[in-house]
């Protein structure tokens, strides 16, 4: 067995994280950013220890709220596209289970970040202990299963040994491009405090570095033929192409072979939009120009997108009946989605060998020239939604405007997650270099804005951080401004209060339904809630402001640079105008039956849209 060191479970897997290293831009540096922790009866004595040891070594965070904490550490990650992530312990039960959310939004977007949940006694000796939950039926189970389907790796650790295979096992999934995700590892408060002789090797250095599948031969023969066939072909990039540090080879094919290209929600930022074949947005958030190529497209070019209902207009944007679609993915799961002709490998070197395959082919002229019209007629009409105004209550895309015009640039980061603001900005944030556009929209979860703005500074602090949230968001998880202040990790933060949830209100109304429980003033109300915002933000120690005008947000933005610390500033916003250019329909079920007019027509509306429906 060789030379063995004695530790309890708890300090072998601190030793183990600082062992961990990969490298970037040729320097080898740890893969852990940190370990966010809350500590409880569940994790204080034996992970809370442990982490105090290799405090020099690892970073450990504290914050308010376990959700947010952890939602911090998957910003953290998704920033550094994958290259390094953080951990996060908590104690068992509520602190536990309140993480479940935040592994929801990793797991659907595909991000990293190591779980480490307090769990109850291994030996149950002192059942039920504080805070556990029993099965009447099954005595294994325990409220971190919870973590089971949202997680791309479970072990629950019930011998300090186990701990071994779990940790090589969680980092072989963290650092896998196809299988990258949350990992949980449910750790038995009384095995973080056990002892075991554990084998030095174990805690040798170890090097991560990123695999690159190559494509093959015969899948990309067949691309390679279909792409030459094409006429009007277009790429939709995913956020794949951001993951695989492809954007170079992106732009380079694209000017290559002629073909525009959009982009999804998480794909955005993976080529400079104001290069001539870029024409934003695509699907139900799309621009004009970029949802008017995908209708006539005969050929897509899907790399690195789970082609998500908000990309494809609930597959009905794309009308080309000779439609054909290649998915270049690392995931033949989503490659292979409605009928796609599959060409499963790294997105950068999958556009490399597709490049080499198409030398001296190049899309027809007449749709570089059609891409540049629509493209011309999209931006009139972008300029024009997010032109300044003297309205009392102005548009979210107004707003939008004033913080590009001021923050807007290279050294920007852009972070939302929810609400009618993700819709806007897809279509409007003028992304010009990679990450500087942060959305989560897979899961599109409320409360992951201020949290996550914090984990995007955390990865790169050399950045102005700014964080768009509206009022209903805010009001979910707000905690970690304090945080932000505590830890001297400036933000910026927006925030708009149309004083409801004003993007479900509209949808509601969409929908033939009568404005209720979604605005404040229409939901049931003895006294009508008076939030101050401001105030609030400022209790936390950040810099507030409430501004009455678009000129006075663009002063007060201007005026945030010189501030010390996280800075809020409110305004309040109309909650029903919306840009009206761009834009598709998007598949929500609609009641068949209904005493209301309103709701049999848009049934009725409904129903014809379906029949655009691409079903495969």
Same mark, same amino acid.
Request: glycine share 8%; hydrophobic share 45%; charged share 20%.
């Given at each position: 067995?060789?030379?063995?060191?004695?530790?309890?479970?708890?300090? *072998?897997? *601190?030793?183990?994280?600082?062992? =961990?290293?990969?490298?970037?831009?040729?320097?080898?540096?740890?893969?852990?950013?940190?370990?966010?922790?809350?500590?409880?009866?569940?994790?204080?004595?034996?992970?809370?220890?442990?982490?105090?040891?290799?405090?020099?070594?690892?970073?450990?965070?504290?914050?308010? %709220?376990?959700?947010?904490?952890?939602?911090?550490?998957?910003?953290?990650?998704?920033?550094?596209?994958?290259?390094?992530?953080?951990?996060?312990?908590?104690?068992?039960?509520?602190?536990?289970? %309140?993480?479940?959310?935040?592994?929801?939004?990793?797991?659907?977007?595909?991000? #990293?970040?190591?779980?480490?949940?307090?769990?109850?006694?291994?030996?149950?000796?002192?059942?039920?202990?504080?805070?556990?939950?029993?099965?009447?039926?099954?005595?294994?189970?325990?409220?971190?299963?919870?973590?089971?389907?949202?997680?791309?790796?479970?072990?629950?650790?019930?011998?300090?040994?186990?701990?071994?295979?779990?940790?090589?096992?969680?980092?072989? &999934?963290?650092?896998?491009?196809?299988?990258?995700?949350?990992?949980?590892?449910?750790?038995?408060?009384?095995? =973080?405090?056990?002892?075991?002789?554990?084998?030095?090797?174990?805690?040798?250095?170890?090097?991560?570095?990123?695999?690159?599948?190559?494509?093959?031969?015969?899948?990309?023969?067949?691309? $390679?033929?279909?792409?030459?066939?094409?006429?009007?072909?277009?790429?939709?990039?995913?956020?794949?192409?951001?993951?695989?540090?492809?954007?170079?080879?992106?732009?380079?094919?694209?000017?290559?072979?002629?073909?525009?290209?959009?982009?999804?929600?998480?794909?955005?930022?993976?080529?400079?939009?104001?290069?001539?074949?870029?024409?934003?947005?695509?699907?139900?958030?799309?621009?004009?120009?970029?949802?008017?190529?995908?209708?006539?497209?005969?050929?897509?070019?899907?790399?690195?997108?789970?082609?998500?209902?908000?990309?494809?207009?609930?597959?009905?944007?794309?009308?080309?009946?000779?439609?054909?679609?290649?998915?270049?993915?690392?995931?033949?799961?989503? *490659?292979?989605?409605?009928?796609?002709?599959?060409?499963? *490998?790294?997105?950068?070197?999958?556009?490399?060998?597709?490049?080499?395959?198409?030398?001296?082919?190049?899309?027809?002229?007449?749709?570089?020239?059609?891409?540049?019209?629509?493209?011309?007629?999209?931006?009139?009409?972008?300029?024009?939604?997010?032109?300044?105004?003297?309205?009392?209550?102005?548009?979210?895309?107004?707003?939008?405007?004033?913080?590009?015009?001021?923050?807007?640039?290279?050294?920007?980061?852009?972070?939302?997650?929810?609400?009618?603001?993700?819709?806007?900005?897809?279509?409007?944030?003028?992304?010009?270099? #990679?990450?500087?556009?942060?959305?989560?929209?897979?899961?599109?979860?409320?409360?992951?804005?201020?949290?996550?703005?914090?984990?995007?500074?955390?990865?790169?602090?050399?950045?102005?951080?700014?964080?768009?949230?509206?009022?209903?968001?805010?009001?979910?998880?707000?905690?970690?401004?304090?945080?932000?202040?505590?830890?001297?990790?400036?933000?910026?933060?927006?925030?708009?209060?149309?004083?409801?949830?004003?993007?479900?209100?509209?949808?509601?109304?969409?929908?033939?339904?009568?404005?209720?429980?979604?605005?404040?003033?229409?939901?049931?109300?003895?006294?009508?809630?008076?939030?101050?915002?401001?105030?609030?933000?400022?209790?936390?120690?950040?810099?507030?402001?409430?501004?009455?005008?678009?000129?006075?947000?663009?002063?007060?933005?201007?005026?945030?640079?010189?501030?010390?610390?996280?800075? &809020? $500033?409110?305004?309040?916003?109309?909650?029903?105008?919306?840009?009206?250019?761009?834009?598709?329909?998007?598949?929500?079920?609609?009641?068949?039956?209904?005493?209301?007019?309103?709701?049999?027509?848009?049934?009725?509306?409904?129903?014809?849209?379906?029949?655009?429906?691409?079903?495969?």
């Amino acid at each position: 067995m060789g030379k063995t060191i004695r530790l309890t479970m708890a300090q *072998a897997v *601190a030793q183990f994280l600082t062992k =961990q290293m990969t490298v970037i831009d040729g320097k080898k540096v740890p893969i852990f950013g940190g370990v966010w922790a809350i500590f409880g009866h569940g994790n204080v004595a034996g992970m809370g220890e442990a982490l105090y040891q290799i405090r020099e070594q690892l970073p450990v965070y504290r914050a308010h %709220n376990e959700q947010g904490m952890a939602h911090a550490a998957i910003a953290y990650a998704k920033t550094s596209v994958r290259q390094r992530f953080m951990a996060c312990t908590t104690s068992i039960g509520p602190g536990a289970l %309140n993480m479940v959310t935040a592994a929801g939004v990793a797991h659907v977007n595909r991000i #990293p970040v190591l779980f480490l949940p307090g769990d109850v006694f291994a030996n149950r000796a002192p059942d039920p202990v504080l805070q556990q939950i029993e099965d009447f039926g099954d005595g294994t189970v325990s409220a971190n299963d919870a973590f089971r389907p949202v997680s791309r790796y479970f072990d629950r650790i019930t011998r300090p040994e186990q701990i071994i295979s779990a940790l090589k096992r969680a980092m072989q &999934v963290l650092t896998d491009p196809l299988d990258c995700g949350p990992v949980t590892l449910s750790l038995c408060q009384d095995v =973080q405090a056990e002892a075991f002789d554990y084998p030095e090797s174990f805690f040798q250095e170890h090097v991560w570095t990123q695999r690159r599948p190559q494509p093959d031969a015969d899948e990309l023969a067949d691309a $390679i033929a279909l792409i030459r066939k094409a006429e009007r072909p277009i790429i939709i990039a995913g956020g794949g192409v951001l993951y695989s540090r492809a954007t170079a080879e992106l732009e380079a094919f694209a000017e290559t072979h002629g073909i525009p290209v959009v982009v999804t929600q998480a794909g955005k930022s993976a080529i400079d939009e104001t290069h001539p074949l870029s024409l934003g947005s695509v699907g139900v958030t799309g621009t004009s120009a970029a949802n008017a190529l995908a209708e006539d497209a005969d050929l897509i070019l899907a790399v690195g997108t789970r082609c998500q209902d908000f990309t494809t207009g609930s597959w009905a944007l794309f009308k080309n009946d000779r439609l054909s679609i290649v998915g270049l993915n690392i995931a033949a799961y989503d *490659a292979a989605k409605h009928e796609a002709h599959t060409l499963v *490998a790294d997105a950068r070197e999958g556009l490399k060998a597709l490049s080499s395959g198409l030398s001296g082919w190049k899309a027809p002229a007449a749709l570089a020239e059609r891409a540049a019209h629509e493209k011309k007629t999209w931006m009139e009409g972008a300029e024009r939604a997010m032109a300044t105004t003297n309205a009392v209550l102005p548009s979210d895309a107004q707003v939008i405007g004033a913080v590009s015009r001021t923050l807007g640039g290279e050294n920007s980061i852009v972070v939302c997650a929810a609400g009618g603001l993700p819709g806007e900005l897809h279509k409007l944030w003028p992304a010009t270099v #990679p990450g500087s556009y942060h959305m989560e929209y897979g899961f599109s979860c409320m409360g992951y804005e201020l949290a996550g703005g914090l984990g995007a500074k955390l990865a790169r602090p050399d950045k102005n951080v700014v964080v768009m949230v509206g009022d209903g968001s805010y009001m979910m998880l707000n905690s970690e401004i304090a945080t932000s202040v505590m830890l001297g990790m400036k933000l910026t933060v927006i925030l708009l209060d149309n004083r409801g949830y004003g993007c479900i209100n509209r949808l509601q109304m969409a929908t033939g339904g009568a404005n209720f429980n979604n605005l404040l003033k229409d939901s049931y109300h003895e006294v009508m809630p008076e939030i101050d915002f401001r105030a609030h933000a400022e209790s936390m120690g950040a810099v507030a402001v409430k501004v009455g005008s678009i000129a006075e947000l663009e002063q007060a933005i201007e005026a945030s640079r010189t501030n010390d610390r996280t800075s &809020v $500033i409110v305004i309040d916003t109309d909650p029903l105008i919306t840009t009206q250019e761009g834009g598709h329909w998007w598949e929500v079920a609609v009641p068949e039956v209904s005493p209301r007019r309103q709701v049999n027509e848009a049934h009725s509306n409904y129903i014809a849209k379906r029949a655009d429906q691409r079903i495969a």
